[in-house]
T-cell receptor, first 113, second 112 residues
């Protein structure tokens, strides 16, 4: 059973470009969470999604950031018009239900130049 | 003030030592407490979780929660070089894994 798959592992974008981060949850998991980890900081919750629904987006910046988890395919975290401050590691986690054990992916490291 | 405070270290101990890692928190609504281990350039891996106060033991790892003091601990016995990693505490006020609030993480090195 493959774990949570995130791609790409590394992403370089110029300021003003768009970044798309993908997350495929573990098989059988219908709950997806996105977290951001800035250098020398802990992980910060961004958004919680179930299939086709955003359940809690209280950690998402109000502008430029959006997330989706369609009926088919991976969850996507989209960052428009990236700025240097968006440079961070973005982690996706999934769980089979609202249980305690969420499994994290390896992360996507976004660098904005 | 951060909701969860964790000393970032670094912490360096000799192999075989008992390691104590701690977090304090300010939100009395937190009910679920977790410890994650994160190796360099990898995703966090759940080590243990506890509900409310008390102790939980799993092999060489023991987690303690003292809600009256808003203080949680992770003890590692007979520490091994493979335990070298960053340890993150996390907690939640809701049932489930969503919206975990993480500490900054403590970087631990076990020296052979």
């Amino acid at each position: 059973n493959a774990g949570v798959m995130q791609n790409p592992r590394h992403l370089v974008r110029r300021r003003g470009q768009e970044a798309r981060l993908r997350c495929s949850p573990m098989k059988g998991h219908s709950h997806v969470y996105w977290y951001r980890q800035l250098p020398e900081e802990g992980l910060k919750f961004m958004v919680y999604l179930q299939k086709e629904n955003i359940i809690d987006e209280s950690g998402m910046p109000k502008e430029r950031f959006s997330a989706e988890f369609p009926k088919e395919g991976p969850s996507i975290l989209r960052i428009q018009q990236v700025v240097r401050g968006d440079s961070a590691a973005y982690f996706c986690a999934s769980s089979p239900d609202r249980g305690l054990e969420a499994f994290f992916g390896q992360g996507t490291r976004l660098t904005v130049v | 003030q951060k909701e969860v405070e964790q000393d970032p270290g670094p912490l360096s101990v000799p192999e075989g030592a008992i390691v104590s890692l701690n977090c304090t928190y300010s939100n009395s609504a937190f009910q679920y407490f977790m410890w994650y281990r994160q190796y360099s350039r990898k995703g966090p891996e759940l080590l243990m979780y506890t509900y409310s106060s008390g102790n939980k033991e799993d092999g060489r790892f023991t987690a303690q929660v003292d809600k009256s003091s808003k203080y949680i601990s992770l003890f590692i016995r007979d520490s091994q070089p493979s335990d070298s990693a960053t340890y993150l505490c996390a907690m939640s006020s809701l049932q489930g894994a969503q919206k975990l609030v993480f500490g900054q993480g403590t970087r631990l090195t076990i020296n052979p």
